[in-house]
């Protein structure tokens, strides 16, 4: 069993920071990947960031070089990190991990911008 558990949401203003973080728990392996969706009211969830083993990382087009996504492979932590952060960033952000082939996600936690 694995668990992802997300942290460092909340209320933030605009054209601040914000770090989130994701440990996973349990039994961890074959991780071959990691990331980051979001998801605001009425809208899909999407891609913010992914990290492969190889430390390979791409982002949705939105993030303009403001976020950048990192791993302590060790404790089986990514991170997050939010830059210069927009009112549109407002959503619940959810982390995944991908062990064996098989995508594990956690609750979602709620990242707010105010303007």
């Known amino acids: 069993q694995v668990q992802l558990a997300e942290s460092g949401g909340g209320l933030v203003q605009a054209g601040e920071s914000r770090r989130l973080s994701c440990a996973a728990s349990?039994?961890?392996?074959?991780?071959?990947?990691m990331g980051w969706y979001r998801q605001a009211p009425g809208n899909v969830r999407e891609l913010v960031g992914s990290l492969r083993m190889n430390g390979a990382a791409m982002y949705g087009d939105f993030v303009k070089g403001r976020f950048n996504i990192s791993r302590d492979k060790v404790k089986n932590i990514v991170y997050l990190q939010m830059d210069r952060l927009k009112p549109e960033d407002t959503a619940i952000y959810y982390c995944?991990?991908?062990?064996?082939?098989?995508?594990?996600w956690g609750q979602g936690i709620q990242v707010t911008v105010s303007a």
């Open positions: 995944t991990f991908n062990l064996l082939g098989r995508d594990f």
């Open positions: 349990g039994r961890i392996v074959g991780v071959s990947g």
